[in-house]
């Protein structure tokens, strides 16, 4: 067991060395304008990202992005708890909800651009817009499949409305709401990158698509090799997030699996 | 102090429970035991407020029972659903004592005490699903007892235990009863536990139910796994009411699956 954990752990960093290394070695002698060797592109981005762009070009973007994910949290799971606690409602705006859920978010840009200009309020809007779904359709799944006992526990002994929403419902659906979290961070990423390579005069999108008009290839490649790492380190920060506060699902699903297997 | 007066549900054109009557005494230990099948889960629901029935009331000190009432504790059959397993034992125990006036202080002792009353003290960082089964249902006992009801409710508690921990968790519970003198209504599929357990025993019949009989326990108290099952009166008892059960339609069913 411990033996085989070292071997993973020796593949999990040998790998991606590996590949850098490939990358660098094959890419070395490289004349091609658009693969340049990679110790070029480490140039650039050594120029570009630190740290000389990251105020006007990666702060702007992370806070759209955040911004974004941050109210289609907040709307996502505050709508869907209350959509899954009533049947009806949430029967009745399946169709639409599904219908409105298929829209490309990308096609909403040019609404955007119609409603809120250019801004930064455009570009909140449209990742608000693409992916508060998961967020809101996991979050009243979740709600739904709360057990009836914990909800018919919760009545018998007359917890308060609040105590019941947050200290019973909302952990009850934490485990689903979190497949919607994670599902809604790589969208948030794509229309924070989208939107600002249609409209922006700044942000990381910009940056990439502004590097290729000029023929800046390395620039270009380093703006999609930062994009990358951001995408990796931001998935990572939510997985730990999740294990911490989940913690006690792991536990709780170990130990049915456990009661299953040797029926007490 | 408990009065079930007519009560019927139907679901649609189905009748779950036809009429029952019966009384409780303040103080007394009830069994209600009835073939499996036979809407005791829904009766207890009825009784404690979660389910409307569909004819006659639920009364408790004269007052109709409309909603959950405060006097009543409600212990479920499933304790793995019934406790949250996201909340420590300690804070399973106290969710229900929020919002009563009471201090920290005094929820901590509440909590504290109901722990200490099931043995399990040292046990309240734990998460409920870090414990046995039997220690599990102990906790869902803690939190009803740290609710301070008139009422204790039971709805097939220890139906998931295995045979050792369940003797032991109906001489705690006997215990705690005689310590607190509350009132308890047990509901059970098992004819001697309701036999060992109860003051007097409500016998249902098969759907649509109806109260087949009301026996009087007359086995002395305190009761004893061996000495009370040794005598002649429990033995009566237990046939007693076994050949009430397997007489009805459902009983003859069980049984055949079971041969």
């Known amino acids: ?264 | 102090m408990l009065t079930v007066e007519g009560l019927s549900k139907s679901y649609g054109d189905m009748v779950a429970i036809a009429r029952i009557d019966f009384t409780i005494e303040a103080g007394e230990f009830v069994c209600i035991v009835g073939p499996s099948g036979c809407g005791k889960t829904t009766l207890l629901k009825c009784v404690a407020g979660l389910l409307a029935p569909s004819g006659g009331r639920v009364l408790l000190h004269g007052q109709e029972v409309l909603k959950p009432p405060r006097q009543m504790a409600l212990v479920f059959q499933d304790y793995s659903r019934s406790l949250l397993p996201w909340m420590s034992v300690q804070a399973n125990v106290g969710l229900p004592l929020h919002g009563r006036g009471l201090s920290g202080a005094e929820q901590r002792t509440l909590v504290g005490d109901a722990l200490a009353s099931v043995g399990l003290e040292g046990f309240e960082r734990h998460y409920p699903w870090q414990l046995s089964g039997g220690m599990q249902q102990r906790v869902a006992m803690a939190r009803a007892l740290a609710y301070q009801p008139e009422i204790l409710l039971m709805d097939e508690p220890f139906a998931s235990v295995d045979a050792q921990t369940r003797s032991d968790l109906e001489d705690l519970l006997l215990s705690v009863w005689r310590r607190l003198r509350i009132t308890v209504l047990f509901v059970t599929h098992d004819i001697d536990e309701s036999v060992y357990l109860a003051d007097r025993v409500v016998v249902l019949g098969p759907r649509p139910t109806t109260v087949d009989e009301v026996l009087p326990v007359g086995l002395p108290r305190p009761r004893d796994q061996v000495t009370t099952k040794e005598q002649s009166e429990f033995a009566r008892l237990r046939a007693h009411i076994y050949k009430a059960i397997k007489r009805t339609p459902l009983g003859r069913a069980a049984e055949q699956k079971e041969a």
């Not at chain 1, 298929?102 to 200009?117: Q, T, W």
């Not at chain 1, 709600?143 to 007359?158: A, I, K, N």
């Not at chain 1, 290729?212 to 930062?226: C, D, H, K, N, V």
């Open chain 1, 1 to 264: 067991m411990a033996r085989r954990r070292i071997v993973y752990l020796t593949l999990e960093i040998a790998v991606p060395l590996l590949a850098i290394a490939a990358w660098w070695w094959t890419s070395n002698n490289s004349t091609s304008p658009y693969f340049p060797p990679l110790s070029d592109i480490v140039q650039a981005f050594r120029d570009a990202w630190l740290f000389r762009h990251v105020p006007t070009d990666a702060a702007p973007s992370l806070a759209r992005m955040g911004a974004g994910y941050g109210i289609a949290v907040v709307i996502g799971i505050s709508l869907g708890m209350v959509l899954g606690l009533v049947p009806l409602i949430s029967r009745a705006l399946g169709p639409p909800l599904e219908f409105v859920r298929a829209v490309p978010p990308p096609v909403l840009i040019p609404v955007a651009i119609l409603v809120f200009g250019i801004g930064n309020s455009m570009k909140v809007f449209v990742i608000v817009a693409g992916c508060i779904w998961p967020i809101l359709l996991n979050t009243i799944d979740g709600v739904r499949g709360v057990e009836p006992t914990m909800l018919d526990m919760s009545r018998s002994y007359g917890v308060s409305r609040a105590r019941h929403w947050s200290r019973v419902l909302l952990p009850a659906a934490l485990p689903q709401v979190f497949s919607g979290l994670r599902a809604a961070l790589s969208i948030a990423l794509i229309l924070m990158v989208i939107s600002e390579m249609v409209a922006s005069t700044n942000g990381i999108g910009f940056y990439v698509l502004d590097a290729q008009r000029t023929f800046a290839i390395p620039e270009m490649w380093s703006g999609i090799i930062l994009l990358g790492g951001l995408g990796y380190t931001l998935n990572w920060l939510l997985m730990i997030a999740e294990r911490r506060i989940l913690r006690w699902h792991r536990g709780f699903r170990a130990s049915q699996l456990a009661a299953i297997a040797e029926p007490r």
